[in-house]
């Protein structure tokens, strides 16, 4: 294969990743070519393609869905001002549902309402299920088989993660940067300005809020937690 090929086949896969709007899994870019690529090869031409980007105000990253390109954290705030509506805000109460998911998942609604301690309402599963972030796993095998709720690829990719273990610890957590908001409706959930954009967005404050709420929520750390293995996706 020659050097010609192979910059061809690197600006195909560039090509791809800046137009799809979503991120792509190395599978899916060894489909552009007839025969498919190998992974190994696929994998390569993404390191190299990371590597000329590394200089520039968009960088090349790996999620949980695949790869795609997204503005580094520096330049975010500049970018704002193309959009100077606040991206929606989610309730307390959303933020401390979606992490008690999050870290201990998969979990019932009741495990949920057990570490809250208040009732959860329907609402803030739909709110979450809406914007793609939760989904149910399985049912536990216990009267009325509750449904288990466990985070999606949605989530992983809006923070920029490629699986649950990059989860800051809980620890480490900060609990200043929450504000008290009224419930979010469904509708103001699918807004895309509260995400990250695959090609320019970062998240915006949903890291922020989510260890916030996470860390409320560890203030019931002493609670037995549901009895189940976080399951990665």
Do not use: C
Not at 28 to 49: G, N
Not at 61 to 80: H, M, N, T
Not at 192 to 206: K, Q, Y
């Amino acid at each position: 294969m020659s050097m010609d090929d192979l910059a061809r086949m690197k600006d195909i896969i560039e090509a791809a990743l800046l137009v799809a709007g979503e991120p792509l899994a190395p599978t899916e870019l060894a489909k552009l070519f007839d025969p498919p690529l190998e992974q190994e090869l696929v994998r390569k031409l993404l390191d190299e393609i990371r590597g000329a980007w590394s200089g520039r105000g968009v960088e090349l990253a790996q999620v949980a869905s695949g790869w795609r390109f997204r503005a580094k954290p520096e330049i975010q705030p500049y970018l704002d001002r193309l959009a100077p509506d606040k991206p929606p805000r989610y309730s307390r109460a959303a933020m401390e549902t979606l992490a008690i998911i999050a870290y201990r998942q998969p979990v019932t609604r009741g495990d949920i309402e057990s570490i809250r301690g208040v009732a959860v309402s329907s609402h803030i599963i739909k709110t979450l299920e809406d914007r793609q972030w939760i989904e149910v796993v399985g049912h536990r095998e216990t009267p009325g088989r509750p449904a288990l709720y466990a985070t999606t690829k949605q989530f992983l990719d809006d923070l920029n993660l490629r699986s649950l273990s990059e989860l800051p610890p809980l620890a480490q957590l900060d609990t200043s940067h929450l504000l008290e908001l009224p419930d979010a409706p469904a509708k103001a959930a699918e807004a895309e300005l509260a995400l990250a954009s695959p090609i320019l967005g970062t998240t915006a404050s949903l890291s922020d809020e989510l260890a916030a709420a996470s860390s409320s929520a560890a203030g019931d750390d002493e609670r037995d937690a549901p009895e189940s293995t976080p399951t990665l996706h």
